[in-house]
């Protein structure tokens, strides 16, 4: 079941603005795995947006997004449906499990590959030259979409490469920009790559500590815990990879190569879900059902305690926990040249905080497993915007001037 949901099309009056709810989507009979956006074309007159949404079910449900309608169910699949992406440009999406297919705007398979593995494929991005990278167990596998010309009027989708460079499963992987993309696997490697020629341009594996020396004996001590340095999630802006690694955040630099801060224990539990927020900030959920927004800080800038100020404690929720905010260790300390500053506490889940929406003029979004989306305001923006409309009623009214 969705719930919750912006109608597109139109101007969201709901959920990011009131929390109001505007549609409930019945339709999946176990969890969701995937849920994409389908825009419709420029060039077409009908400007009707599609949502699909993929379930451990097996099926794909395609729904009006805005009239909740559900559209088509497709229930040929083999497999849980993983992962979902559009290929705009083509006018086509993709659906990944146990093989690939490729599907219309009408919902005709257009093709599909053969059965790739029992792992299925976990993650899908689009890459240049009509190109998409799938993660399948440890494999990265690259597929080319075929589209019809003159002489051929059948769709194909072609296998061109097998990266074999990561030594256990990927979890995560992301585009950077239109040059590069970035995988993590559960074993904390993160290996970026170049989209164009699909050569590795970095390959990172000591996440958990990015000290200069590691005693042997306490590497594989920590290699012993793999949960604790798995990469659960990626984001990314022009200049670094922030990646959930265990319980931790990192911040990985693009041109030096190297991580430029961290916090080793972000969240009591593993982190699952992370997004850049404006102002070099970083919002981050987790397990333990906290929910956090970090500052990127230059060294030279810390203080002693961090001032709890900035877009946090603006919404009014902020609460400093000064034992995560204190500065890592002295060795690390030597080893990055930024660091990740908590700015206060979003206190309200009871339990694992799945995922999150963040939308810049409306606020925050976050679902949980405890069955509660919770919509979360900028409290001083807020402030001012109600301000602003008493003082335009007042002024319709007339009131305004008889008060002067």
């Known amino acids: 079941m969705l719930r919750w949901l912006i109608g597109g099309g139109r101007e969201p009056q709901g959920l990011a603005e009131t ?212 990469i659960h999630h990626f984001t990314c802006d022009e200049e670094n990879v922030f990646a959930a690694v265990g319980r931790g955040l990192y911040v990985y630099n693009l041109q030096m190569k190297r991580v430029i801060a961290c916090q080793k224990t972000a969240h009591d539990s593993n982190v699952l879900h992370i997004a850049k927020l404006p102002n070099r900030q970083l919002i981050s959920c987790s397990e333990d059902g906290s929910v956090r927004i970090w500052e990127l800080r230059e060294k030279q800038q810390l203080a002693a305690e961090p001032v709890p100020t900035g877009f946090f404690n603006m919404w009014g929720f902020g609460r400093v926990n000064k034992q995560t905010s204190q500065p890592v260790k002295k060795q690390q300390e030597n080893a990055t040249s930024c660091s990740l500053e908590l700015i206060g506490d979003l206190i309200g889940h009871s339990s694992s905080v799945e995922m999150f929406l963040y939308f810049e003029d409306h606020g925050l979004v976050t679902c949980s497993a405890d069955h509660l989306i919770i919509l979360w305001k900028n409290g001083e923006r807020e402030s001012g915007l109600r301000s602003l409309r008493l003082f335009q009623k007042l002024e319709e009214n007339g009131d305004l001037y008889l008060a002067v």
Not at 123 to 130: F, G, T
Not at 160 to 165: A, P, R, S, T
Not at 174 to 182: A, K, T
């Open 19 to 230: 929390g109001e709810k505007l549609l409930e989507l019945n339709g999946h009979t176990q969890k969701i795995t995937a849920i994409i956006t389908f825009p419709s074309l420029e060039s077409c007159e009908e400007k009707n947006q599609l949502i699909l949404t993929a379930s451990a079910d097996r099926t794909v449900i395609v729904w009006d997004s805005d009239t909740g309608r559900q559209v088509q169910r497709i229930s040929c699949f083999q497999s849980t449906v993983k992962c979902l992406t559009v290929l705009q440009r083509l006018d086509v999406w993709l659906s990944g499990g146990n093989d690939l297919c490729v599907w219309n705007r009408k919902l005709d398979l257009l093709c599909k590959t053969s059965y790739l593995s029992d792992t299925g494929i976990s993650a899908l991005v689009e890459i240049p030259k009509n190109c998409v990278v799938a993660a399948v167990g440890k494999e990265l596998i690259i597929f080319r979409l075929v589209a019809p010309t003159e002489g051929s009027l059948e769709w194909d989708i072609l296998e061109i490469k097998h990266l074999l460079d990561h030594q256990d499963n990927i979890l995560s992987l992301i585009n950077v920009n239109d040059l590069s993309f970035v995988t993590g696997s559960h074993i904390g490697e993160l290996i970026i790559w170049d989209a164009l020629d699909w050569t590795m341009q970095a390959y990172e594996r000591n996440f958990w500590d990015p000290s200069p020396q590691l005693d042997t004996q306490q590497e594989i001590k920590l290699c012993q815990k793999s949960n604790d340095i798995s």
